[in-house]
């Protein structure tokens, strides 16, 4: 388990039951990357997600987050990183400015750091107008950057996006990446897990996974999937994959 | 680690306080229902509307008419000869009860016939049946040493030999005098709203973060499962205290409801109290998905503990099997800790086992929970 | 329209059927509670404990306690032997009342004397105290000591008129399917709207070409039918298992249910328009319903017995009503003559709360 890497896992694997919803999964990723999960709904996404960030517990298979274990060391792991769920999780009746300022005091920021952050990263997001208003009464596109905003209030090494970009228009979506290039190249080297199933996002990851049905199919940078795969956009990539899986399956 | 709690008991109380009508709720509620319940829930009988049937018309029973006039017990709302006109106004619901006086009463009683006297009584409501036959045995009895006296002015009557000696009791009511209803009632309330604001909020509050999704978000962060526990209920327990606190407030006011106990008790077996609710609603989260079901779940085992807690209904006339299960209540201990203070002035001795029964509940319910709350998030 | 109406209430229904949990609450819920109010419900009483403090220690004390120890409605717990244990057990709450037998009582009796006791009364049960200490009046008048007894001059004999046994349950039991009745009716539906505000489908709604009636007969309508059947069910659980009495006409009842099945709804409705958010629906829904039709509709507490105020309030209760109904066919066995008032009083009361609610609805739904 290196500790230049920011996520490395090995052979995680979740059952619920009978139902395997996550199958051996082996990958990793390089401090400062952005890291893409593919794949369509229940492929396993979002259980990966979740066992990475230590709030469920893999049936087997270890790894490390932030050079924290996955099994034992949950609370850890906890600390150094963001999440952004799909929905965005923020609190409708709290105004933009008491959101951030909860979740910050919920990672421990002193009252001098907090304001230091707030400042920072409203700045950086373009939210400053929105700050005292309702967050249940702004428009999506700037909800999800509040989101983004709570989720890195703390500055935390490493951000977990669960299909951040889910109902949001072509442009916002654009300007969402943008910020995510900022927080991967900037000073804070932050490294970045999203998983999405616009497939055209795919392009903007380092490197992407395509997961379907709880197994991991392919993983490389979208060029050399492309050149395996001998198509010319991702979304074909994904969907030759999947076919190619399914055909080894019932074969 | 407190600097991470802070943050969220504060997020608690900026929606608790958004929200107007919780507010309406946590504040106005407790009025109205101490009101309610002191001014409403009695099971007094009065007015009771009664119909005479008066078949001798006689000195003797115009007195006797008389006599239920001056209580306050019956309203007589017809006096008639004719017997077929009582059953009308019972199938209508205007008369529950009735008083037949049979012809020659009078002349029968002094050529010692032993008339019988008839009393009818609407027995669909079997608690307030009791109750106006007991207090009309009461008046006939008053009737009859009056028919006593009469007879010994008239024809010197003596009976036979020396009258029997009869005990001469002094009753003293304590705490009560005067069986002031609100007086039973409103102490008690503080527990039913203790109960009912600090279950059944905190069970839909969780529930609500948990469909909405910030729970999940409550989670990842470094947040302790118990520290997330904790930020939830708090803010509850102190509204508990707010509330309790409004109550007395009214009770002082519209009642005028004593407190000849100590504060600190007060405050104390509350705050025992706290932990049992709470930890219910808190349970009631766990197994439960939608805010609906929460809110069933909840309300059935609101009801529950307070039908068990002898509020409205005495646990001693209940059956055995149902007496049994009162003792899990811990709303059962807290209504008597605080008729306890209120009324009786009661201290610490008095009331030790309900306390350590509090305290024993508290603690088990919470642990319960919260094992499973914190099982939940993993 | 009647199309329109049915698909919203088919939609309504689909609600309901992914809901089994709650499905289930529903119907099981009033069913535990039934049985453990049927039970628990009771004023009378019985066994209620008695302390004595006998300073004489004679037949005839012990002769005034038998009466007491022979009774039914009460049990000599302890005797005690001072004041301040007396004092302690009332105040815990170990004794009700104690009978106080000074050291000359038997000695009163001798000389021809009426003998002196005090009786002590917790008075803080306002409601069992007052019962309490009627009784043991009553008693303590029928105790006399010497050679003769006056005959009596005249009977009293009491008849009971409809529950001759007076047996509590036929009291209590009605009352409940009334109030639980009213209080899932009026749940359920203030719910439904308050739900689709709190997820937006709402929007749906207002670009549907339905119109604000339809919607709103549409929601209602799954639900009487199911509130039809929690309240069947919760009657006839009644009639077998405490064996109430039914003396008259079943259909009537189930015709004059339906009224009293939109009054609750309508109340459902009305808190619905109003609550923003299901949560506040939930309570609103519980606070509009089952404190006032427990407390003013005379199911235990009886009416006359309160304030005015109280009981112009009680005017607008339909519990108040429905139980008028049901004791009236279920105790009685009168007809529809005798129970037009309280019908009327149900219908004039659904059409006026429907109607605001109606027009709230109209209203939010415009904007």
Redesign the interface.
């Known amino acids: 388990m290196n500790e230049k890497l920011a996520i490395d896992i090995r052979e995680i694997t979740k059952q619920f039951g009978k139902f395997t919803a996550v199958n051996h999964i082996n990958f990793s990723v390089k401090r400062g990357e952005i890291f893409g999960l593919l794949g369509a709904n229940g492929a396993g996404k979002t259980t990966t997600i979740r066992m990475l960030c230590g709030i469920l517990l893999p049936t087997s298979g270890d790894g490390t987050v932030a050079g924290f274990s996955v099994m034992n060391e949950a609370e850890k792991i906890k600390q150094a990183i963001g999440y952004m769920s799909q929905r965005f999780s923020l609190y409708s009746d709290l105004t933009v400015r008491e959101n951030l300022e909860f979740f910050g005091g919920a990672y421990g920021l002193s009252n001098k750091r907090l304001k230091e952050r707030l400042k920072i990263v409203s700045k950086h997001f373009g939210i400053t107008n929105f700050l005292d208003q309702l967050t249940g009464s702004i428009p999506l596109g700037w909800k999800q950057r509040v989101g983004l905003a709570s989720a890195t209030i703390h500055n935390p090494q490493i951000l977990f996006l669960d299909e951040p970009t889910s109902g949001v228009d072509p442009t916002a979506r654009r300007n969402f990446w943008r910020s995510i290039y900022q927080l991967a190249s900037g000073e804070s080297q932050s490294t970045v897990l999203v998983t999405t199933h616009y497939l055209e996002e795919a392009e903007y990851c380092d490197r992407v996974a395509i997961m379907h049905q709880s197994n991991l199919l392919a993983l490389d940078t979208p060029r050399a999937l492309k050149t395996r795969f001998e198509k010319d956009n991702m979304e074909d990539v994904f969907v030759h994959a999947i076919r190619e899986a399914e055909q080894e399956f019932e074969g | 680690m407190k ?2 709690l ?3 008991i ?2 608690e109380f ?2 608790i306080f ?2 107007k ?2 507010l309406g ?1 946590i504040f106005v ?1 407790p009025i109205l ?1 101490t009101l ?2 002191g ?11 009664l119909v005479i049937c008066d078949q001798d018309r006689s000195a003797d029973s115009r007195h006797f008419i008389q006599q239920i006039e001056q209580t306050e017990y019956f309203d007589i709302i017809e006096i008639t000869p004719e017997y077929e006109k009582i059953a009308p106004y ?4 205007d008369a529950n009860a009735a008083v037949v006086i049979p012809p020659h ?1 009078s002349r ?2 002094r050529e ?1 016939q ?18 106006a ?2 207090y ?3 008046i ?2 008053k009737f ?1 040493q009056h ?2 006296s009469e ?1 010994v002015n008239e024809m010197q009557y003596y ?23 609100a ?2 009632m409103v102490p008690a309330i503080i527990g039913i709203i203790l109960a009912f604001s600090t279950m ?2 905190t069970a ?2 969780i529930v ?1 973060e948990r469909e ?3 729970l ?9 499962s118990h520290q997330i526990m904790i930020g939830k209920l708090v803010p509850f327990a102190l509204l508990g205290f707010v509330e309790i606190s409004i109550v007395m407030v009214a009770g002082k006011i519209y009642f005028n409801i004593p407190m000849r106990g100590s504060y600190w008790l007060l405050f104390f077996t509350s705050f025992l109290m706290l932990p049992t609710t709470l930890g219910l609603g808190l349970f009631v989260s766990t197994v ?6 929460s ?3 909840a ?2 085992f609101l ?2 503990i307070i ?2 807690s002898g509020f ?3 646990i ?4 055995q099997w ?1 007496q049994y299960l009162s003792l899990l209540d811990p709303l059962r201990y807290y209504t ?1 800790c605080l ?2 203070i209120f ?4 201290g610490l ?3 030790l086992p309900q306390i350590i029964a509090l305290g024993v509940y508290g603690v088990a319910i919470i642990s319960f929970a919260g094992a499973r709350f914190q099982k939940r ?2 | 329209m009647i199309r329109g109406i049915l698909t919203l209430a088919g939609k309504e229904l689909k609600h309901i059927r992914r809901d089994p949990r709650s499905l289930a609450l529903l119907f099981l819920l009033p069913l535990i509670m039934m049985v453990l109010y049927g039970y628990a419900i009771n004023m009378d009483i019985k066994d209620a404990k008695l302390g004595v403090l006998d300073s004489d220690n004679s037949w005839a004390t012990r002769q005034v306690i038998s009466h007491f120890d022979g009774s039914e409605f009460f049990r000599i717990y302890k005797h005690y032997s001072s004041r301040d244990a007396v004092t302690e057990a009332l105040q815990s709450g170990a004794v009700k009342a104690v009978l106080i037998f000074p050291a000359d009582f038997t000695e009163d009796i001798g000389r021809g004397i009426s003998p002196k006791m005090q009786v002590l009364l917790d008075g803080s049960d306002s409601n069992t105290g007052k019962i309490i200490q009627t009784s043991i009046q009553q008693i303590l008048s029928q105790i006399s000591f010497g050679p003769n007894t006056q005959p009596m001059l005249f009977n009293m004999e009491a008849r009971v008129w409809y529950n001759q046994e007076l047996e509590g349950a036929n009291f209590i039991v009605p009352g409940l399917v009334a109030v639980f009745l009213m209080m899932i009716a009026a749940l359920l539906t203030s719910i439904t709207i308050a739900r689709e505000k709190e997820t937006g489908t709402i929007t749906q709604l207002q670009l549907s070409p339905a119109t604000p009636a339809q919607i709103i007969i549409g929601k209602v309508l799954p639900y009487i039918v199911l509130a039809f059947f929690v309240g069947l069910f919760m009657l006839l659980f009644a009639l077998v298992y405490y064996q109430i009495p039914f003396h008259g006409s079943p259909l009537l009842l189930a015709g004059l249910s339906v009224a009293y099945l939109f009054a609750s709804l309508s109340i459902g409705l009305l808190v619905s328009t109003i609550a923003k958010t299901q949560q506040v629906a939930m309570a609103g829904g519980l606070f509009a319903t089952l404190l006032p039709s427990i407390i003013l509709s005379g199911f235990i507490f009886p009416l006359r017995s309160m304030p005015t105020v109280l009981q112009w309030i009680s005017t607008i209760i339909p519990a108040k009503y429905f139980l008028e109904i049901l004791r009236a066919i279920m105790l009685r066995g009168v007809g529809f003559t005798y129970v037009w008032k309280p019908f009327v009083a149900l219908i004039v009361f659904t059409i006026i709360v429907m109607t605001i609610s109606t027009l709230r609805f109209r209203r939010q739904l415009r904007r």
């Open positions: 600097a991470r802070l943050p969220l504060k997020k900026i929606q958004r929200t009508p919780m709720f509620m229902q309610l319940m001014y409403a829930v009695t099971t007094e009988v009065i007015h009771v509307p019972f199938d209508n619901g009463f029968d009683v010692f032993t008339p019988t006297l008839q009393t009818i009584i609407n027995g669909s409501n079997s608690n307030t049946a009791l109750v036959i007991g009309l045995q009461g006939v009895a009859g028919l006593q007879l009976g036979s030999g020396q009258p029997p000696v009869t005990i001469q009791a002094e009753d003293r009511v304590w705490y009560n005098p005067n069986f002031v209803n007086y039973f059944i909020l839909i509050n609500r909405v999704g910030t999940e978000q409550l989670m990842v962060s470094p947040l302790k439960t998905k939608t805010q609906q079901q809110m069933f779940l309300w059935f009801v529950f039908l068990m409205f209904f005495p001693e006339n209940m059956p149902l008597d008729r306890g009324l009786k002035g009661a001795q008095p009331l998030l993993v």
